[in-house]
């Protein structure tokens, strides 16, 4: 249905899930005309290449709605299922590639790309598995050309196979698992996935016909797949035990148990893994050629997901305005609660009515050293100590300058990852500790006006926002126990560090005001701003710690 010179169109439905959120975008670079169907317009507009696309708020149940979606289009990718939808998913899934087919063929689509799963050719399948081979059979069978590309466990954070694997291996250092877990599995980087799926609608002429994904790596069992994550991810070394519990609804009860993958979407994953599911001939890249440098290995798929969270980096770990400039193998922020790298966090945010919003940055960018963390003093203390026994730096470090800060700079047990003045401070923490942890402390100015969050203003008109959060990702159980262990004391230091540090601004703000009035007197001169600016000093210094 192309023509040369005219860029062809590709419909993508399930564009918000995993693989076609990071599918768009490559579809985009191939400058194809992009269209997205999905049942909620809002959660398609609020992708970041949602300006890009043409959105169609379709729900493939709907016949005349998928006519309408499928207009001038010249390939589809299908990317839909059902499993987290109840009981009868199986029918619905199999409605759903009816209509597809017939529509398309209605509407003169040249080819379909449908994502199945691997698994074995002459055994009884579970129920999610034969529902994938029931749609890919109606869509191999309509009149339109049909590509199924199968592929078994996808490795990138925001897969619920990968979250899987992640949050076994991080929780559990010895692992009592089903019998499934020694049964042979072909892992397949999102990457190349992507690669292939993308190949399928930018080749010239359709390919039809079934082809498998993987890496190559056909020996794997889901026992290895575990204890090769935890050793790239630097954990100590996990010990799986197979148990006799075959059945699938304990199995998914057993990973719904460990993880924090829902029960539906973990009850059916655990069906479809009591089969071996390693690739088989044809092999996609027979037809749609390798991924640049052959396919991913496990261990690297692995490493490439990991690699944003080992970077030390904030900004680029956790913080979701940059999460999505980031790699297909990285997490996105509309991947589910449950997926990406477990963080602890503590949050306290606290109004500072009439508080200029410069006055809280000062007493901001002077914390530690001389000045404190305006908080529990004695807690602090005891914590460095315990730090410096077991090798760490405690608070002995102090800091380079009492009243500026600068990437780099020490400070105690932190070090200033990211400053932007006047408004945040991130810290990261060089205590020993089996974690990697920050802490932000941020400030914005209220419009007097109205109460919104705007630039502030001087002493005693609007104020501010005080923000702080520390975050915490833990390495494994041990990690994990830490964030328990402490967290008494968090609920002791963190309130009145909030606390605390907008009562020294607010104070600071009085004296500035007292000296101000006591400058405009009668002693004013160059004695009186001396005096200021002593007492100016001082302040800081005495502020409560």
């Known amino acids: 249905m192309s023509d ?5 169109r590709v419909l993508v439905t399930g564009a918000t899930g995993y693989v076609g959120s990071r599918l ?32 169609a708020v379709t729900d493939l149940d709907d016949r005349a709605a998928v006519r309408r979606a499928l207009a001038d289009v010249d390939a589809v990718v299908f990317l839909v299922h059902a499993m987290a939808g109840g009981r009868s998913f199986q029918e619905r899934e199999a409605r759903m590639a009816r209509i597809m087919a017939e529509e398309a063929q209605r509407a003169g689509v040249g080819r379909i790309v449908y994502l199945s799963g691997l ?118 070394r996990r010990r799986v035990f197979a148990l006799p519990l075959p059945a699938p609804l304990l199995s998914g009860l057993w990973i719904g148990l460990v993880t924090p993958v829902p029960l539906a979407i973990a009850v059916p994953l655990a069906q ?34 990991l690699e944003a969270q080992k970077s030390g980096d904030l900004a680029s770990s956790w913080d979701d305005d940059t999460a999505a400039a980031r790699g297909p193998e990285a997490p996105l922020p509309e991947d589910p609660d449950w997926a990406g790298h477990t963080v602890f966090t503590d949050v306290r945010e606290r109004r500072a009515e009439g508080v200029d919003p410069a006055r809280i940055w000062q007493v901001i960018e002077g914390i530690g050293g001389a000045s404190g963390w305006h908080s529990t003093p004695l807690l602090w203390s005891l914590r460095g100590l315990a730090d410096r026994l077991v090798g760490g730096p405690g608070l002995r470090r102090g800091r380079r300058d009492p009243w500026h800060l600068r990437e780099g700079d020490a400070v105690d047990w932190w070090r200033v990852e990211r400053v932007e003045p006047g408004r945040l401070l991130t810290l990261r923490a060089e205590m020993r500790m089996t974690g990697r ?18 630039t502030g203003g001087a002493d005693g008109a609007g104020g501010a926002v005080y923000r ?57 001169g160059r004695s009186a701003l001396r005096r200021r600016a002593g007492r100016g000093r001082g302040s800081r210094r005495r502020g409560p710690r």
């Open 24 to 55: 768009v975008p490559c579809l985009l670079e191939e400058r194809l005309t992009v269209r997205v169907a999905g049942r909620s317009g809002e959660r398609l507009r609020a992708r970041p290449w949602s300006d890009e696309v043409e959105i």
């Open 272 to 305: 479809s893994m009591r089969h071996e599911a390693i690739s088989h001939r044809p092999l996609a890249e027979e037809v749609l050629g390798s991924p640049p440098g052959g396919p991913l290995p496990y261990r690297r798929a692995v490493r490439a997901a």
């Open 437 to 454: 942890a920050w802490l932000q402390l941020g400030v914005e100015g209220i419009d007097a006006a109205d109460g919104a969050e705007g």
């Open 119 to 236: 698994h074995p050719r002459s055994q009884e399948l579970s129920e999610h598995m034969a529902s994938r081979e029931k749609v890919a059979q109606i869509l191999r069978d309509g009149v339109v050309p049909a590509l199924v590309l199968e592929a078994a466990t996808v490795i990138g954070a925001g897969s619920a196979s990968f979250e899987i694997i992640r949050h076994l291996a991080e929780r559990l250092p010895v692992m009592p698992a089903p019998s499934w877990v020694l049964n042979r599995i072909e892992p397949v980087a999102i990457t190349d996935v992507l690669h292939h799926l993308t190949r399928a609608v930018a080749v010239p002429d359709p390919v039809a016909g079934t082809y498998g994904l993987g890496s190559g790596e056909r020996d794997l069992r889901f026992a290895d797949l575990l204890e090769e994550y935890a050793q790239e991810a630097g954990l100590p």
């Open 4 to 8: 040369a010179g005219r860029t062809r």
């Open 468 to 524: 702080q959060r520390a975050v915490y990702f833990p390495d494994g159980l041990l990690g994990r126990l830490y964030w328990w262990g402490i967290s008494p004391f968090h609920a002791l230091v963190f309130p009145s560090m909030a606390r605390n540090i907008i009562a020294a601004a607010r104070r600071q703000g009085s004296e500035r005001g007292a000296q101000d009035a006591e400058a405009s007197g009668p002693t004013r």
